[in-house]
């Protein structure tokens, strides 16, 4: 995966984790992405919502469990605070960092609609996966628990998109010209239609959406 651009101001990344230690090396980790990012921590969701008020970051990293009054851990209020995102940022780069990544379950529909970058990292994966999840959403890309991609859907431009690669064969310029919008633009919206049609494994990219329209078929998402 390439390097993400930098921009002109330091990246900013907002960190919501209840464990200090871990957000301190959630945010060593993200400065590998570029030294001179900016990490804002806070240990909860509320206080993350209010902070959104104020300032929009490159990226949000969130954990889904945290620590009631009670001593349990709680998945809900980390995903209000996801559901506050997609209803109120649909253009904002999330991770969700996790041990328990089958919790977004409830909200797979509102993340297969999101418009900026999403990715599910399972704490119990190696870092280089975290680096890997937060580059991903950071260039706009879905990327989700194979067990939860099957439940996604199509948004109407993905179909689009669809029809117009394998029914047309067009060119991923072709389509941005037909669609107007930007080459990178339909490069995302590919890769996220890999992503829900749960199409990898091949290094050939001709392969892989000879694939991606083969499954379109048999799903009968798009008609021959």
Same mark, same amino acid.
């Given at each position: 995966?390439?390097?993400? =651009?930098?921009?002109?101001?330091?990246?900013?990344?907002?960190?919501? &984790?209840?464990?200090?230690?871990?957000?301190?090396?959630? *945010? &060593?980790?993200?400065?590998?992405?570029?030294?001179?990012?900016?990490?804002?921590?806070?240990?909860?969701?509320?206080?993350?919502?209010?902070?959104?008020?104020? =300032?929009?970051?490159?990226?949000?990293?969130?954990?889904?469990?945290?620590?009631?009054?009670? $001593? &349990?851990?709680?998945?809900?209020?980390?995903? /209000?605070?996801?559901?506050?995102?997609?209803?109120?940022?649909?253009?904002?780069?999330?991770?969700?960092?996790?041990?328990?990544?089958?919790?977004?379950?409830?909200?797979?529909?509102?993340?297969?609609?999101?418009? $900026?970058?999403?990715?599910?990292?399972?704490?119990? +994966?190696?870092?280089?996966?975290?680096?890997?999840?937060?580059?991903?959403?950071?260039?706009?890309?879905?990327?989700?628990?194979?067990?939860?991609?099957?439940?996604? @859907?199509?948004? +109407?431009?993905?179909? +689009?998109?669809?029809?117009?690669?394998?029914?047309?064969?067009?060119?991923?310029?072709?389509?941005?010209?037909?669609?107007?919008?930007?080459? @990178?633009?339909?490069?995302? *919206?590919?890769?996220?239609? @890999? /992503?829900?049609?749960?199409?990898? $494994?091949? /290094?050939?990219?001709?392969?892989?959406?000879?694939?991606?329209?083969?499954?379109?078929?048999?799903? @009968?998402?798009?008609?021959?």
């Amino acid at each position: 995966m390439s390097e993400v =651009e930098s921009p002109t101001a330091p990246l900013k990344f907002l960190i919501v &984790e209840d464990h200090p230690e871990v957000a301190q090396n959630n *945010c &060593e980790w993200l400065q590998r992405i570029a030294a001179d990012a900016q990490c804002i921590t806070v240990t909860n969701p509320m206080d993350a919502i209010l902070r959104l008020q104020r =300032e929009q970051p490159d990226l949000v990293v969130a954990d889904l469990l945290y620590g009631q009054t009670s $001593g &349990e851990q709680s998945a809900e209020p980390g995903l /209000e605070f996801l559901r506050h995102i997609f209803e109120n940022y649909p253009t904002l780069n999330v991770m969700a960092y996790s041990s328990e990544p089958l919790l977004l379950t409830p909200l797979v529909g509102l993340i297969s609609k999101h418009q $900026g970058g999403f990715a599910a990292v399972n704490k119990m +994966e190696r870092r280089t996966v975290f680096l890997e999840g937060a580059k991903s959403a950071l260039n706009g890309e879905l990327r989700m628990p194979r067990e939860l991609r099957g439940l996604t @859907k199509l948004t +109407e431009r993905e179909i +689009e998109v669809l029809n117009l690669l394998c029914k047309e064969a067009l060119t991923d310029q072709a389509i941005a010209n037909r669609i107007h919008t930007s080459k @990178k633009t339909v490069q995302n *919206c590919i890769q996220r239609l @890999k /992503e829900k049609l749960d199409i990898f $494994g091949s /290094e050939d990219e001709i392969n892989a959406r000879v694939a991606m329209c083969m499954t379109a078929v048999q799903k @009968k998402i798009i008609q021959w």
